[in-house]
């Protein structure tokens, strides 16, 4: 898969595509991401690729240029289908759901935003997917271009050195993970479950599912009745 990051602060991305189940990927050839600046794309002599939102108001807006400059170039310099992503709070939701469908895709283009955000013809000129990592806001695009390059590259075929894991886990299955144990059997007076040591599989698997659910029926209800999820907002009943 082939991924481009525009963005302000490329360097940011160093030890993250160097680093862990990324880095493996990288190194084997999976993932192929380039970073892009959106500096190298403005006109300015000073490189500025903001400005004064109009209508007044706090903070700087990222102008057009810059960002169709370097969407374009990044689009020319290779034959393909990119899907075009622009990292927001505005965006709809990065769920497993969503990770799973952009793992299909041969190749993406993340756009980072900072500031107040980007003039809106990006949005209307080169309509991207928006994509929101989560209901709070950061100072940039970068942190949520990471958490979504992650999600995906897992599920890349040959990523993960043991690829049960990517199905056996949380979300995949629709809840939440069981309880994991590893040596020693005893620490500090708390015993691995005996069930985990007998060696009988089917009633470890039954052990699993069962502590999944109740997991999940405990924590996140709302995933087990996806149809009752933020009815507390909705219902004024
Ligand atoms: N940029 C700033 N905040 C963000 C968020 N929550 N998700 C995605 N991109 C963002």
């Known amino acids: 898969m082939r991924i481009d990051i525009l963005t302000l602060f ?3 991305f160093g030890p993250f595509f160097s680093t862990s189940i990324v880095g493996r990927a990288v190194a084997a050839g999976l993932l192929l991401p380039r970073m892009v600046d959106f500096r190298e794309f403005t006109r300015d002599r000073h490189r500025k690729v903001d400005d004064r939102p109009f209508g007044g108001g706090p903070g700087m807006v990222i102008q057009c240029e810059p960002v169709f400059g370097a969407v374009e170039a990044v689009e020319r310099s290779a034959a393909g289908n990119p899907m075009r992503i622009l990292l927001t709070p505005q965006g709809e939701p990065l769920t497993q759901q969503v990770v799973e469908e952009l793992a299909w895709w041969d190749w993406l283009i993340l756009l980072c935003g900072h500031y107040e955000g980007f003039d809106e013809r990006v949005r ?20 949520a271009a990471m958490v979504l390059i992650d999600a995906v590259v897992r599920l890349l075929p040959g990523s993960l050195g043991d690829q049960m894991s990517a199905v056996d886990e949380t979300f995949s299955s629709g809840l939440l993970e069981y309880p994991q144990y590893t040596r020693p059997r005893e620490y500090r007076g708390m015993h691995a479950p005996e069930i985990l040591l007998s060696g ?3 009633r470890i698997a039954a052990w699993r599912r069962q502590q999944a659910m109740e997991r999940t029926r405990q924590r996140r209800p709302d995933l087990l009745n996806p149809q009752d999820a933020g009815r507390e907002d909705t219902d004024a009943s």
Not at 124 to 143: K, M
């Open 200 to 202: 009988d599989h089917q």
């Open 124 to 143: 209307t000129g080169l309509n991207p997917r928006e994509i929101s990592i989560g209901d709070y806001v950061l100072s940039g695009g970068e942190p």
């Open 10 to 12: 490329p360097e940011v």
